[in-house]
Nanobody
Framework: QVQFVESGGGLVQPGESLRLSCTGSGSIRSTYFMVWYRQAPGKEREKVASINYAGDVPYYVPVVRGRFTITRDNAKDTLYLQMNSLKPDDSAVYYC???????WGQGTQVTVSA
């Protein structure tokens, strides 16, 4: 059963950075497209960034492009999201999953507040 575990969230001030990690018990290295999603209170879960297996074709939604960087290390079965220049609107629970998501993990809370 696929199970992802996200970590690295926290409370930061606007303009600061966080690096999220996601491990998958072998699931990440076996998944072609991996995706970071986020869900803010009262909103639907949305895709933030995705990356192909080789790690050389990232995709970002416009609101995070230029600030976030998605990478993966298949040998370590880990997905990363480097988030710079964080804004209050980035506050949400962040999840990783495939592009056909199943079995959501607990996510990691990111709060950006002064």
């Amino acid at each position: 059963q696929v199970q992802f575990v996200e970590s690295g969230g926290g409370l930061v001030q606007p303009g600061e950075s966080l690096r999220l990690s996601c491990t998958g018990s072998g699931s990440i290295r076996s998944t072609y497209f991996m995706v970071w999603y986020r869900q803010a209170p009262g909103k639907e879960r949305e895709k933030v960034a995705s990356i192909n297996y080789a790690g050389d074709v990232p995709y970002y939604v416009p609101v995070v492009r230029g600030r976030f960087t998605i990478t993966r290390d298949n040998a370590k079965d880990t997905l990363y999201l480097q988030m710079n220049s964080l804004k209050p609107d980035d506050s949400a629970v962040y999840y990783c999953n495939s592009d056909a998501p199943v079995n959501w993990g607990q996510g990691t809370q990111v709060t950006v507040s002064a």
